[in-house]
């Protein structure tokens, strides 16, 4: 890492500048601080509410979206209204049917907004907002992300594939806007907490952890025929199905690995993935001394999520403690490359660049879809994400709309390679 923060340029994927700006000084926040909630009633929705019933004093939501659960959001604006967390927030639900249901809706009709796209491009640029915590699932966040950067918001991402589609994307918005992008995934999170007060040329690699996922301990052979059940049953965290599949396969570590190439400017070759079945320690950095530091914690989202929301500060939060005694041993591991082989499709989309990790992770979109509908194998996950990446153009990407192209022929080549071993 140079001194600016910047990663040397060259073939092993080094970022021009690093997303998030490694010893950085952040003000405190004003308060209230005013939230928008991006997939509200999601996981990280609902733990970001959560907070904001916790903290009515510092933390004030002013918008909310979700895609098709009306009765849901209505009772998640009343209780933050109850809690005085909230005062009548603007409202988008992004299916238009729902949208037209949630206008008969007293709790919801008072300030809905434009369904569709459209509308949380409005909530990310909602007049007045102070951080727009970006918990949607997909490369559908990319756009919101897009637009809150262009008009300065602190922006807590939690959906990593705004990073993965459009990074560079993300980065040219964050600098003309003068946004501020705080990482919520837990490892991204744990990373920024242990680089806090650092300057980028002390930093030589950064190692994420992962759970291994439910099939840590199983074979190939055991793994080939895994009921859908099976890879929804993550032995750690409690998270919405996409992600969970993604654990299963360790895609969702290598998607973090391209997000943390992004955020923090390190070359792929400096950034390590280890398997830390405990989940308790996040992630560590490793310093030009030698020197290790790691964050760890219970795994509780709404510790990232709160850091990201306050500022880069410690509130307060009632959370379980670690009791380092009764916890006895910190196990660590190699993540196996042949039994997991996303992780190696990842790295490798992601040294690529340009269109190579929008291919990726509308393939991986895809497949994950195509497996929750039983339309395919969990075998047959890496095979597709492979086959779409193999076929299909690298180069640079130029805009949003090339970007959403690039993202839609993926899907197409995806879908036509999942039908193809569905009718084998």
Request: proline share 6%; aromatic share 2%.
């Amino acid at each position: 890492m140079r001194a600016d923060g910047n990663a040397p340029a060259g073939p092993a994927g080094s970022a021009a500048v690093p997303l998030y700006r490694i010893g950085r000084t952040t003000p405190a926040p004003r308060l209230p601080v005013r939230v928008v909630i991006l997939g509200a009633t999601g996981s990280i929705g609902r733990q970001a509410a959560d907070l904001a019933e916790r903290h009515p004093d510092r933390l004030q939501v002013v918008g909310v979206s979700a895609r098709t659960q009306v009765d849901d959001l209505g009772a998640l604006v009343s209780r933050l209204e109850t809690a005085g967390a909230a005062r009548r927030p603007a409202v988008v639900l992004t299916d238009p049917l729902s949208a037209r249901e949630a206008a008969r809706d007293p709790r919801l009709c008072r300030r809905l907004l434009t369904p569709g796209p459209d509308g949380l491009i409005d909530l990310a640029t909602l007049d007045g907002t102070d951080c727009v915590v970006n918990g949607l699932v997909g490369a559908a966040g990319l756009a919101p992300t897009l637009a809150a950067a262009a008009v300065g918001r602190r922006i807590a991402l939690a959906n990593k594939e705004s990073l993965v589609v459009g990074g560079d994307l993300v980065r040219e918005a964050v600098v003309r806007g003068g946004a501020v992008v705080v990482p919520v995934d837990s490892e991204h999170s744990a990373l920024a907490q242990c680089l806090s007060g650092r300057t980028a040329e002390e930093l030589e690699r950064l190692v994420l952890t992962c759970s291994g996922g439910p099939f840590r301990t199983w074979t190939a052979a055991a793994m080939a025929v895994a009921r859908k059940a099976e890879v929804l049953r993550h032995p750690t965290w409690n998270m919405g199905a996409k992600i969970t599949v993604d654990s299963a396969t360790l895609m969702n570590k290598g998607l973090e690995v391209i997000e943390a190439h992004v955020l923090f400017g390190a070359a792929y070759r400096d950034i390590d993935v280890v398997v830390h079945p405990g989940s308790i320690v996040h992630s560590l950095a490793v310093f030009r001394d030698g020197s290790v530091m790691a964050q760890l914690g219970a795994p509780d989202m709404r510790v990232p999520l709160l850091y990201a929301l306050a500022g880069e500060r410690h509130w307060p939060l009632a959370t379980e403690r670690l009791d380092l005694a009764r916890l006895g041993e910190l196990r660590f591991e190699a993540p196996d490359p042949v039994r997991f082989p996303c992780l190696a499709l990842a790295r490798r989309a992601g040294e690529a660049g340009g269109r190579a990790p929008i291919i990726l992770n509308a393939a991986n979109e895809t497949a994950v879809a195509a497996l929750l509908d039983d339309r395919l194998g969990f075998a047959d996950l890496a095979p597709v994400i492979a086959a779409a990446l193999d076929e299909l153009p690298g180069g640079p990407v130029a805009d949003l709309a090339e970007a959403l192209d690039t993202d839609a022929e993926a899907r197409r080549v995806a879908l036509r390679l999942i039908d193809t071993r569905a009718r084998r």
